[in-house]
């Protein structure tokens, strides 16, 4: 049974390699920078799938958490600490004795020392999680509507942040973030040469990601979880923490949403405003909405084809336009996602023979 | 602060809210008969705002207003009726999901008929740079129009449910749908005339408001986006409460600028928003018993 | 299980198809040029008129025999002012399309997140963005149309000195452009003895600014206000400042020269004082003017094709495509190396924003005379005389 439950996974990954095979023997290996991409937008659509299809919480703020990660990781790692380690700053100091610094070169022959990209990334995941919890308690006490503009209002303010404050580039976002070294010869970067690996690191987060969250579905938290999406007053009547449990699933997922942001980043050399945007939350919504709400194998296809097409650009001005027919023409004909549409169910029928 | 300042925050707060407020009120009257949040209304002030832009070419201004008004309360009409009458008891998410698609086909559809230049209305008297002096502060006079036409709706919109057969049986749906069924009240056509009446409010708005903020395709996306947090500020199905919430965050806004850049505006008004919401979860006005009530 | 055989067949169906129906890299024997513009979404003012701009004279160009006989392909993406998108479409222009230049982005946050990938992949880039940190420091590969802000914000205070000008308030839109802008005009004020007393950045959706129009008109030192953006919501800021009965000087920035924001403005842009390329006043300019010929043949094409005003915007788009034309033309190759030098060294280009002389050092090439002083009167641009 144990084993069982891990073929899907076992496959999906090999799905995944065998796509990357397929651009090899197809000499179509550009491909791989998009579907790169896509698997971290992937990322944050799951995580997002946990809260709404699961926890049955909406939350139109999703973008801030993703722009909060990626926006952190790119301020410390492109602040150059050179000059404060020329005038012998303590705290530079400290940071260089203990390894915590990098050098580098920039374009223009530049040297450049700055806080090791693992550190702004522990740094960014805390201080997303912190955020996620301390704006989870009371946000996720309202309901409804009222729960839909807090959590739009959270990613309005973020974006509002980022689009205001020098530091964060305004409206330029930041450029030039460099790599990050996961560990020697392993490194999170745009450069053509890296690709192969840099789709590999991106589809096993993914892969990390996606069993884990399968996972807690079928763990007594999912059982919870569903409980709560069904009733929240019954759970809370048989016992269940439900405020711990819608609280616990979003700072997950703010936890991956930063991730992803973290991650993107460093591949893409920078970040801009747009990625906090209020239409990029309500994308990432409609996403989880088209797989199918509470369906982690809908949302993540969408996701991936989806933000694939988008990313290479395939509808050209009409991007939004196409998103937007498959939006209604999904919620009006298979509100339950493609993959539990009756034509499905018909040919399952027709295959067991009933 | 000199009182000469304080009057000119005060009177631009009261512009703000009162554009707001114009738009949240056509929130508040689908979600009245039918419980969910319009997300293509915004559309519907864009809509009303190029629609009676481009007709000016040829028509005289009232009269172009007024088949703007007609032809978005049309569109309003057929959007319920394609999209949205036939689906048998839809989630209230799926609706709002519905509303989005149709938000973003109605902006790029725009985009393609009007392409991406901003256009104006002309102002109704005077121009753009005539003012009537109020209490030692200039105040355009597109401003009282919006305020004016913010509040003849809102007179219209109160005597409308409580005192014709009409506006009760909408009120009917809106408190229990099957009930009014029952009663043999044609709820499937009480909701298209909401989104009529709501799209009609909105391109009503988009017109009066359009000198003011400008149209461009996607103008709407702003506005509806202020207009759902006033909306639901207030305390959603009650457009008096909608217009005070409206007031109470244009004058956040314009007083906010005083001691924080400008840039930071929306950030500090919506953190007070956060703020209000979290002390009282249903609205400043909404109460809690009729929140319950609602489904998502 | 079964469902999960399903989803496996879906994902690699779609995928398969997705590979399938895109187009790969196939054709030879024609120029390969690729722009990424913000055609769509918030930047659309300056990506439409750059757009419909390239698309019309690369039309022109192949009817008329193409350049030493090879026709022009363009594969324009649109960005719709995403950043992410720009560095996908970059890459994707680079590798899969080999192209031999890539013309925009529209907006400087864009230029700045692929600057480097064009350099790496070793592609030209021809950005249609303002900000100066585009072009300076100075990598190879990437080149930029619009004037330098710097000289602009030069412009304005010389007009300022003359007219006695020495304290002032800017106000800027939320994009690059208005965060560029505001940052040469802090940068350069002491270099004329003036000082800037506030500052304040506005959205680039702004409804009404009256209540930040207020706050600044309340500071009685403000002798005159700088309102730099290239948003429509710029023409709000002259707007409500002259509703408030404040009889300042306004100058703007060269993102004011869309004959649409006059319009936008109504009775408030009359005297608006601004530094601008030509294009806004060719019908005036004395025929001795090089650019008087090149300026009245683009804006008679696109205001026939589009029926619409020409605006310095679609300018930029202009100026990109001829000048890789004519370095094509120069270098009699389009070799990437060749070009690439071809246009370092293009001398004399008489384009929509100017005359540009490009040097190793200067990827702009264009020099402060290709601003000229504006004014609106009667609702039109004409030469600002003082």
């Given amino acids: 049974m144990k084993t069982q439950r891990f073929i899907p996974f076992f496959l999906l990954a090999l799905v995944l390699a065998g796509l990357q095979f397929l651009t090899q023997i197809t000499d179509t290996s550009y491909y791989l920078t998009q579907m790169t991409m896509t698997a971290y937008y992937s990322l944050v659509i799951i995580g997002l799938c946990l809260v709404m299809g699961y926890a049955g919480q909406i939350s139109l703020g999703h973008a801030g958490f993703f722009a909060i990660g990626g926006y952190t990781s790119a301020v410390l790692t492109t602040y150059n600490l050179i000059h404060l380690l020329e005038k012998g700053n303590s705290f530079v100091l400290f940071l260089a004795g203990k390894g915590l610094l990098v050098n580098g070169e920039n374009l223009y022959g530049e040297s450049l020392l700055y806080v090791t990209p693992w550190l702004a990334c522990i740094l960014a995941l805390v201080l997303t999680a912190l955020i996620a919890f301390l704006i989870g308690i009371p946000v996720l006490k309202l309901k409804g509507h009222y729960l839909a503009m807090a959590t739009m209002g959270f990613g309005i303010i973020i974006y509002r942040v980022v689009l205001a404050w020098e530091i964060m580039g305004e409206a330029d976002g930041i450029s030039d973030v460099p790599g990050f070294t996961l560990m020697p010869g392993i490194t999170v970067n745009g450069d053509f040469s890296n690709r192969i690996q840099n789709y590999y690191i991106a589809c096993t987060i993914l892969l990390v990601a996606f069993i884990l969250l399968q996972n807690l579905i079928h763990s007594r938290v999912g059982r919870a979880l569903r409980a709560i999406h069904g009733s929240e007053e019954a759970a809370d009547a048989m016992g269940v923490n439900t405020a711990r449990y819608k609280l616990y699933t979003f700072v997950l997922s703010a936890v991956f949403a930063a991730l992803a942001g973290i991650f993107l980043t460093h591949y893409n050399g920078g970040i801009g405003p747009s990625e906090a945007g209020i239409m990029k939350s309500v994308r990432y919504v409609a996403i989880v909405a088209i797989g199918g709400m509470a369906s982690m194998w809908g949302t993540l296809i969408m996701a991936s084809v989806l933000n694939f097409l988008s990313l290479r650009g395939l509808f050209g001005s009409y991007d939004d336009a196409v998103f937007g027919v498959i939006l209604i023409i999904i919620m009006l004909f298979a509100p339950d996602g493609i993959l539990r549409l009756h034509i499905w169910q018909r040919f399952k029928k027709f295959k067991t023979g009933k | ?296 | 299980m079964k469902r999960f055989f399903l989803s496996t067949v879906t994902i690699l169906s779609l995928w398969a198809l997705a590979l399938v129906a895109l187009p790969g890299s196939l054709q030879a024997k024609e120029i390969k040029v690729g722009a990424i513009l913000a055609e769509t979404g918030g930047a659309s003012f300056l990506g439409g008129p750059e757009g419909r701009t390239i698309r019309m004279l690369v039309d022109k160009i192949n009817a008329d025999g193409g350049i030493n006989g090879d026709t022009i392909k363009l594969i324009i993406k649109d960005s719709g002012a995403n950043p992410e998108k720009a560095i996908s479409f970059a890459k994707q222009l680079i590798e899969e399309e080999n192209v031999l230049a890539i013309l925009g982005p529209s907006t400087s946050g864009e230029t700045m997140k692929i600057k480097q990938i064009c350099e790496q992949g070793k592609t030209i880039l021809l950005s249609c963005a303002a900000a100066e940190v585009i072009v300076d420091p100075v990598a190879q590969y990437v080149f930029k149309t619009p004037q330098k802000d710097s000289f602009a914000v030069k412009k304005i205070y010389m007009e300022m000195n003359k007219l006695g000008i020495s304290k002032i308030a800017v106000l800027a839109g939320n994009t690059g452009f208005g965060k560029a802008g505001k940052g040469q005009l802090v940068k350069i004020a002491p270099e004329f003895g003036i000082e800037v007393v506030a500052t304040e950045v506005y959205d680039k959706k702004a409804t009404d600014l009256s209540a930040v129009i207020a706050k600044i008109k309340a500071n009685k030192d403000i002798q005159a206000v700088v309102n730099w953006s290239i948003v429509p919501a710029q023409a709000i800021v002259a707007k409500n400042i002259r509703q408030a009965g404040w009889d300042v000087p306004i100058f703007q920035s060269h993102g004011f020269g869309n004959i649409k924001y006059v319009e936008a403005a109504g009775a408030a842009a009359e005297g608006i004082i601004f530094p601008c390329g030509r294009l806004l006043v060719a019908d005036s300019l004395p025929d001795s003017n090089p650019q008087k010929t090149v300026l009245m043949q683009y804006k008679h094409d696109y205001e026939t094709k589009f029926s619409e005003t020409a605006s310095t915007f679609g300018g930029h788009g202009y100026d990109a495509i001829m000048i890789l034309t004519e370095a094509i033309k120069a270098a009699g190759s389009t070799e990437m190396e060749k070009v690439r030098s071809a246009i370092e060294n293009l001398q004399g280009f008489v384009g929509t924003g100017g005359v540009f002389n490009f040097t190793p050092a200067d990827h702009n090439g264009l020099d402060m005379d290709s601003f000229a002083m504006m004014t609106v009167k009667d609702g039109k641009f004409v030469l600002y005389e003082n």
Avoid at chain 2, 95 to 119: N, Q, Y
Avoid at chain 2, 270 to 280: D, E, K
Avoid at chain 2, 287 to 292: L, N, P
């Fill in chain 2, 1 to 296: 602060m000199t009182s000469e300042l304080f009057l000119q925050y005060l009177f631009a707060g009261i512009t703000y809210g009162s554009i707001y407020a114009i738009v949240a009120i056509g929130f508040n009257i689908i979600y009245n008969t039918t419980g969910i949040i319009n997300f293509a209304q915004g559309e519907f002030v864009m809509l009303g705002g190029m629609l009676s832009i481009s007709l000016h070419t040829f028509l005289p201004l009232p009269l172009a207003i007024a088949i703007a008004v007609i032809i978005t309360m049309i569109i309003g009409a057929l959007i319920e009726i394609i999209f949205i009458r036939w689906l048998e008891s839809p989630s209230v998410l799926r609706m709002i999901i519905i509303t989005i698609g149709i938000s973003i086909l109605i902006r790029e559809a725009a985009l393609h008929v009007w392409g991406e230049g901003v256009r104006s209305l002309p102002y109704f008297n005077g121009n753009e740079i005539s003012s009537i002096r109020i209490l030692s502060t200039n105040v355009s006079p597109q401003v009282l129009w919006v305020i004016g036409v913010c509040a003849v709706i809102v007179v219209l919109l109160s005597l409308f449910f409580k005192f014709t057969s009409l506006g009760q049986e909408m009120r009917a749906c809106s408190s229990n749908r099957l009930a009014a069924t029952l009663c043999g009240i044609n709820t499937k056509n009480m909701v298209t005339l909401s989104f009529m009446l709501s799209a009609a409010i909105g391109a009503l708005a988009g017109c009066v408001v359009s000198p003011i903020t400008y149209t461009q395709y996607d103008s709407g996306t702003g506005l509806a986006i202020k207009g759902f947090t006033v909306a639901v500020l207030g305390g959603l199905g009650n457009s008096m409460a909608a217009v005070s919430a409206g007031l109470l965050l244009g004058i956040i806004e314009a007083f906010s600028i005083d001691i924080v850049p400008l840039a930071f505006q929306d950030a500090i008004s919506i953190s007070i928003l956060l703020i209000i919401l979290f002390v009282r979860p249903h609205g400043l006005f909404g109460s809690k018993e009729a929140a319950g009530l609602k489904e998502f």
